[in-house]
């Protein structure tokens, strides 16, 4: 049988009834300016951090700092009912002091929508047994 002709159903992206149907909105509209002035300026406040950084303790000092927030941010629980909260990383990036929605906004996982986590199918994905995200998060 000819190789062309076969058809890969694992992994699929496009499969509505495992990850839900696929919304183009996300793909046509941009973002509102000022998320993205958000994010710009935030960049180039961790710049100049790094900057003050570099030229008060030394170039090893930034490398550190970056070490550890790469190895804080892999540490995750695995998929279940409790999330993973990131408490190293917000501590060592200075996050943990700051407010945002999320913390006077309502949760999102408290949402009617929210579909609850298949923690078989998201290890399955975390182990390299399945392919496909994690767990749809929202219907």
Do not use: C, W
Not at 41 to 69: H, V, W
Not at 76 to 95: D, F, N, Q, V, W
Request: net charge neutral; no cysteine; charged share 30%.
């Amino acid at each position: 049988m000819d190789s062309q002709k076969t058809i890969q159903l694992e992994g699929r992206r496009d499969d509505p009834l495992r990850y839900g149907i696929h919304g183009v909105k996300s793909d046509i509209i941009e973002p509102h300016p000022l998320e993205s002035a958000y994010h710009s300026s935030k960049a180039r406040q961790e710049e100049i951090k790094r900057k003050i950084l570099t030229n008060t303790y030394g170039a090893a000092f930034p490398m550190k700092l970056q070490l550890d927030r790469q190895i804080l941010s892999k540490f995750k629980r695995p998929p279940g009912a409790i999330p993973s909260s990131y408490l190293g990383l917000e501590a060592t990036t200075g996050t943990l002091d700051d407010i945002g929605f999320e913390d006077y906004l309502n949760d999102p996982r408290d949402s009617e929508s929210f579909r609850p986590i298949d923690m078989h199918h998201g290890m399955e994905v975390r182990l390299g047994l399945s392919k496909g995200p994690a767990h749809p998060t929202f219907m």
